[in-house]
């Protein structure tokens, strides 16, 4: 007794000035219009959105275009505070000539890491960067069934280059079990034939337990999912579904779609290390480019 220096009450400090700031999450959806890319974002968000019960929705711009659009939002569960930044990509995919139209997308998300970097450079060391580095990048695949598209690969490349990306297939009520079972496994290959790079990453100071949970993530890359923003009532339960003539689809229910999963890696299990990596792979590989090229 007596000998206790108390150093270990750090992670309490550094817990309550992290939950007192709040954490910023910054996730970016990418694919073709009408693929359900603003609902899946509300089935997931909007529920907890502390300014608004509305909608989560960028003004409507014309498909024609590639603006980006950022939208910040808070959310709050249990007195911890998420701001959450929806960065919405409209335009991908969607015109008949579709070169370079990932190059506002890559744009937007270097742009990022360079704001940071200059703030890193000027700012005073230990102040605060507010973080605006996309963290996250919800790749929707048309269920299509068949393959992705040559633009797909393109993109997906171009994107795993500077960001975490998480394919999901979007509209999954739209297939049967065996359709989606066939199609995850055929766009798998497809991307391990491409080398696509998906998050998550295995990093060395990863314990079993957590190589273990990556490999579970991407034995179920990408996440067939649904999303809705009406509730229907099953058993007397009203739930997030979708109703159509052949029955109910219950979105959270994980006989029906992977939504649950996707869920739970993105804010359960994933959330931190999504930023983590963004910060200790993305960035850096952005970072040390920038000042190899300034020194030469
Ligand atoms: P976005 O253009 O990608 O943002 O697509 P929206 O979220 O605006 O959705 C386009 C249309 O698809 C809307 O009518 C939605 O109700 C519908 N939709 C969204 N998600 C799903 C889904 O999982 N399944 C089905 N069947 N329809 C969906
Ligand atoms: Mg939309």
Redesign the pocket.
Known sequence: AGSYVGFDTITRQIEHKLLKRGFQFNVM?V??????????INTLFASHLVESKGRIEPEAVSPSTTEIHAQSHIISENGVKLKLNII?T?GYGDLINNEGCWDPIIKHIKDQHSAYLRKELTAMRDRYIPDTRVHCCLF?INPTGHTLKPIDIVVLKKLTDVVNVVPVI?????MTLEERALFKERIMAELQHHQVRLYPFDAEENDDEELQLNQRIRSMLPFA?????RNVVIDGKSVRG?KNRWGVINVEDERHCEFVYLRNFLTRTHLQDLIETTAQIHYETFRSKQLLALKE
Not at 31 to 40: A, F, N, Y
Not at 170 to 174: G, H, I, M
Not at 225 to 229: F, M, P, R, T
């Open positions: 959806v694919g073709q219009t009408g693929l359900g890319k603003s609902t899946l919405d409209p929707f979007a509209k999954a009520d739209s999912v649904v999303g809705s923003e979708r």
